[in-house]
Structures are given as structure tokens and as C-alpha cells.
């Protein structure tokens, strides 16, 4: 992980092309938090990769076991409402057409009563790919802020 | 409320309408945040209407009822500086030329010790017209994510 | 302070500048929650000036001065990782060719157990030049909400 590799002068993506791919996020944010693990599966390229600094094994692969995945997360927060936040976005083209984009998120949760509390704030490095003139999700890498602390990655 | 209908891929607006879209909601919150409730009242077109699921009874409707309620609801926050966080916003044009816009939001309130809580997550939906060069809400409809959780909407 | 001075309509900025005064942030926001101080310092002007509502005395003024600042606020997250979160930002072009945004701001402090809280929220006031076609920060003036409250600005 480098958050800060592109800390001097670059180049910045097009208005257009930084809206499309946050864009792709809220889609793909909304059936996540919603619950649709298999239709968030899809948001991500047959060979995706999803890993997690918190996971142990082989991080799921493909959209049937990212669905899985996505599904046994969801079920770690019964009675809770989940939402995304995602901010400081960076969206670096790479050679090969990839994009490769970096941002940090917090997930909120609020119970039924109205209080709100929210999981360990992450520093996430995506692979997007296009493919059909579609985005996809060739890969995921969640960094949690608290395992950076503890001597995890 | 269907937060997920347009999941599938679909146009983008562009990036110079979608900021505009953005820099008129940050205008409008802080009006609201810093309690300028006639103000705030005046981003709401004539026939304005603000649907909220934890209300009883009618909307407000109109300029007056919304400043009215606007003003209301600053009187639950004494002693404490709300601000309003937006995310996850997707501008979708309609054919009748007005703007279907969703959001998640969420007020933290800080108060004179410096503690910050925060509010129960929403979903909102607004419809946004333009008169006269300049967008003004149609409506707005708040979805509270812990009433969802208690049966409510 | 006039946080709605500007509420009225008024031109927008193209949806590319706004991107690239969002890049910029990001890219100071991570040096600085990296703990990269003399970096974020290089992000303002030689003659840039740091305010902040919590300070007492001269506010730190040029490179050397904003990088101890930094460096000394750092130090009081130990055993946290701070990520600041901006939302509500403004940029308005000055007849002088700088840049004056406006934005709020919060930090929060994920630790070692993942346990998460929130620094007092804050509105922030920038003025940012270009110079050999880099932004940079000529001024930045941090107004904390919680001694709005009890009495400061």
C-alpha cells in the first residue's frame, strides 16, 4: 500500500470520467448496503479478486465466491442498517486501460432505536476494468485502519 | 423508495451538470445548518412539498409551511452545530426535463465540550426543477434507515 | 466567516477545475494523515499562514512553521489513525486569479480495538494560487463549530 506515491504533480482524470466511476461505486455501494450480494457480485469481473487485510485464506475469487463473501459479511450486522461513505478519491489511469483507484471509507450502521456507530475507517485500492463499455471491479484491496495499528496490514 | 432501480448501467449526466447539482445542495445546507430556515425555504419552488417518514399528519407545502418546519427542526438541536454529510448521490435526468436525485445523508451535532454524535442515516430523494436558469427543489422525501428497521418507511 | 454569503446563484467553476482542487486535497489530506509533515507543508506557498480558532499567538506562517504545526498535532493522536472527511466544498474564483474554498471538515480516530470517534467538526476557508501550474495553499483558516458554541470563533 502506498497512499502517498502520488503525492507531487499529476496528471488528473476528466470531470466526466471521475463522475463515471464514482457513479459506478454508488450503484455498486447501494446493492451492497441493500443486501444484494449476488447482483454486487457482478458489479466485478469474472476473474475478480476481493482482499481483505481481516481475512484469513484465499480471498474469494470470481462472483460466485464474492457473493458469498458479500452475503456472510451482511449477515454480521443483523437489526443494523449499513451505509458506505466513501471520500479522498483518486482515479490514475494505468498503461494497460486499467484504472486504478484509491479512496477511503467507513461503513455506519444504525439500529432501530436511531443510534449510529461505525466500523473501523479503510484505505482501499481497486483495479477497474472496462469491459463492454461497462465498468467492472477486477479487484479490491481493503486495508483496515485498526490492523494497521495492531501489526496487520 | 427504490434505491437500487438503477443499478443496472445507464447515462451519466455530465460532470459540469452533476457539480452543479452538488454546489446547489451545499448552498441549501448551509442555509439550513446555519439556520437561515426562510432562506433555505427559497431553494424549494412554489408548490414545493418535503415528505419526512417520521412526520405524522400532512407534508409542509409551500415556501412558509417548509421554512416553518425547517425552523422547527433546528429547535430540536439547542446548544449544538449540526452539519449535514452527503454521499453516494446519483443525478438522473427525466423526460419532463426536471432532476430525480438520490442521496444518503447523515447530521452530526457537535456540541460546546466538542463531542460529536450523530444523527440516524437517510435515504433521500429529491426532485429538482429549473426556473428561470436556476434549480430549485420540487420535493424532497426523507427516508429515516431506522424506521425502515422498525417497520416504518 | 460567511458561510452563506455565497447563497445566491453564482457561476460555477468547470466541473475539471473542481476536480483538480478536489485532487489536491486528497493528496494533502493523505501526506498529512500519514504523518508526512514537512510533505503537507510543501503543499502551501512560502509565504502560506495556517489559522486556526484553537490556537493562541502567531499563527504559523511559511513552510518550516506549518510543518512543526503538523507535526506537533500528530503527535497528539498517538496510537490512532486519523482520516479526515470533507464535504460542502465551494471553490470560487477571486478577480486575482487565487481560488478562496470553503468546505467542512471532521477527523476521525480509528484505534488499535477499531474503535471509532470524531474530532469536533470544523468549516475551513482556503485560499489556493497556482504557481508553475501547481496549486498551492496561500492560506488556510480552520473555525472549530465547538467554540462557536461556547463563546471563540
Chains 1, 2, 3 share one sequence.
Do not use: C
Not at 443510534?115 to 477486477?138: Q, S
Amino acid at each position: 500500500m502506498s497512499q502517498t506515491a502520488s503525492a507531487g504533480p499529476s496528471p488528473v482524470v476528466s470531470a466526466d470520467l471521475h463522475l463515471e466511476v464514482r457513479y459506478f461505486y454508488v450503484r455498486q455501494m447501494r446493492l451492497l448496503d441493500e443486501g444484494h450480494s449476488e447482483e454486487f457480485a457482478e458489479t466485478f469481473s469474472d476473474d475478480g479478486v476481493f482482499h481483505h487485510t481481516s481475512a484469513t485464506g484465499a480471498p474469494p475469487r470470481g462472483r460466485a465466491e464474492i457473493a458469498a463473501a458479500a452475503k456472510a459479511a451482511l449477515g454480521l450486522r443483523p437489526g443494523l442498517v449499513p451505509r458506505h461513505w466513501f471520500d479522498m478519491m483518486l482515479v490514475e489511469p494505468r498503461a494497460d486501460g486499467s484504472l486504478y483507484v484509491t479512496y477511503q471509507a467507513v461503513v455506519s450502521r444504525t439500529d432501530a432505536t436511531g443510534a449510529v456507530d461505525f466500523e473501523p475507517t479503510v484505505f482501499v485500492e481497486d483495479e477497474l476494468v472496462r469491459e463492454d463499455g461497462r465498468l467492472l471491479n477486477r479487484s479490491r484491496t481493503i486495508h483496515r485502519d485498526d490492523l494497521r495499528l495492531s501489526g496487520g496490514r
